[in-house]
């Protein structure tokens, strides 16, 4: 949801862009989380909610926005990785990520000249 807004604009989230959305305190939350996953030490379907918001916003899946500064949240998404059924739920978001990403770059390229 949060990512069609990208999508549609072409470009990548600020982090205004994200607390307008209501999603930076969200993501900083998260990130001050210390338990293995979203709801304790086991997966729940909150995590699975949880990544596909989040997931499809990373740098590997569509480079809507940089998560480096959230590692709590890089580990828990190689958590979320693991979970039965991640790579089959995935697959066509890996499909379609390289265009995703390009149309991305290209609009970043042309705005830069701006």
Not at 9 to 27: A, K, T, V
Not at 46 to 54: G, K, N, P, Q, R
Request: glycine fraction near 8%; charged fraction near 20%; charge should be neutral.
């Amino acid at each position: 949801m949060h990512s069609q807004k990208c999508l549609r604009d072409l470009r990548p989230f600020s982090e205004s862009d994200l607390d307008s959305i209501g999603m930076g305190m969200g993501l900083r939350g998260l990130d001050a989380c210390r338990s293995e996953y979203v709801a304790g030490p086991s997966p729940t379907i909150a995590d699975i909610v949880c990544y596909c918001e989040i997931g499809q916003c990373s740098v590997e899946m569509f480079g809507l926005f940089d998560l480096s500064k959230y590692p709590n949240i890089l580990g828990w998404m190689e958590r979320c990785k693991q979970i039965p059924g991640y790579t089959q739920a995935h697959e066509l978001c890996y499909q379609i990520a390289p265009m995703v990403r390009a149309k991305v770059q290209t609009f970043n390229s042309l705005n830069s000249k701006l």
